[in-house]
């Protein structure tokens, strides 16, 4: 079975002007978020439970 990777990503509602934008990659073992700005800076990585409590804890 083939392990489950995104790769990195932008979310679709980022405009292409903005300097704000984080990039989001989704595995089998986590999510990881980095600045757009520095892709080879240091990322975060959380839990996919703990991300799709901050995720919708956003849409409240």
Known sequence: MAERDTGWFKS??????SNGCVEVRI???GVG???SKN???P??????EAWA????????
């Not at 990322?43 to 996919?48: E, N, V």
């Not at 409590?53 to 409240?60: D, E, I, P, S, Y």
Request: glycine share 18%.
């Open 12 to 17: 679709s509602y980022s405009s292409g002007g």
């Open 27 to 29: 595995t089998d073992t």
């Open 33 to 35: 978020v980095r600045d």
């Open 39 to 41: 892709p080879t800076g």
């Open 43 to 48: 990322s975060f990585t959380f839990r996919a």
């Open 53 to 60: 409590k901050f995720v919708g804890g956003l849409a409240k």
